[in-house]
């Protein structure tokens, strides 16, 4: 059975850096790509970023281009969202989730790790 | 900026069927976004219904369908029970690697 555990959550100041990571088991992670997802407290689910099976190719949401960073270890079945200048606003439950091997849908998903930025 | 629409609420009486459905701002839905649906219920992660427009996800009960209705994408569920009330979202692939998801649609069974 696909298995995704999120990390890293916590509270943090607006303007600072946070990382998180989602290590994947029971499956073969080098071969999927991955994505994080997001909702805030009481709102709906926002794609914030996705990258391809090797790392390659990395896509993000117009609300974290250019502060949040995807990336991947396949050697520690590890995906990372690296989140740079911290808004209020970043304040979410973070989920990783699979990429499926096609029709471009989410086939698996975490538990989430919730990020709280405030002063 | 692509805006997928969803019914912000819904209402269905047990044993009823209901349909929910997934606009675009620019635009028909079609099969080419790959439409997909997921559940929560409040606290628990969000679970696969459909993906593909209609291909149900393992586990999911077939009383959970999907379909292009017009120009949307469309989940139906059909004899809807008490445990069926969750939160609803789609979400379109747009292409280039970008994913949106609807507002999701907050379903009552009462």
């Known amino acids: 059975q696909v298995q995704l555990v999120e990390s890293g959550g916590g509270v943090v100041q607006p303007g600072r850096s946070l990382r998180l990571s989602c290590v994947g088991s029971?499956?073969?992670?080098?071969?999927?790509?991955m994505h994080w997802v997001r909702q805030a407290p009481g709102k709906g689910l926002e794609w914030v970023a996705v990258?391809?099976?090797?790392?390659?190719?990395?896509f993000y949401g117009d609300s974290v281009k250019g502060r949040f960073t995807i990336s991947r270890d396949n050697s520690k079945n590890t995906v990372y969202l690296q989140m740079n200048s911290l808004r209020v606003e970043d304040t979410a439950v973070y989920y990783c989730?699979?990429?499926?091997?096609?029709?471009?849908?989410?086939?698996?998903w975490g538990q989430g790790t919730l990020v709280t930025v405030s002063s | 900026q692509t805006v997928v629409s969803q019914e912000p609420s819904f209402s269905v009486s047990p044993g009823e069927t209901v349909t929910l459905t997934c606009g675009l701002s620019?635009?028909?839905?079609?099969?080419?976004?790959?439409p997909s649906w997921y559940q929560q219920t409040p606290g628990q992660s969000p679970r696969t219904l459909i993906y593909?427009?209609?291909i149900r996800s393992s586990g999911v009960p077939d009383r959970f369908s999907g379909s292009i209705l017009g120009n949307k994408a469309a989940l139906t569920i059909t004899g809807a029970q008490a445990d069926d009330e969750s939160d609803y979202y789609c979400?379109?692939?747009?292409?280039?690697?970008?994913?949106?998801f609807g507002g999701g649609t907050k379903l009552t069974v009462l």
């Open positions: 620019s635009g028909s839905v079609s099969a080419s976004f790959y």
């Open positions: 979400v379109l692939y747009v292409g280039t690697g970008i994913w949106v």
């Open positions: 990258t391809s099976y090797d790392g390659s190719k990395k």
């Open positions: 029971e499956f073969n992670f080098r071969n999927y790509g």
């Open positions: 593909n427009t209609n």
């Open positions: 989730a699979r990429r499926s091997g096609w029709a471009e849908h989410f086939d698996n």
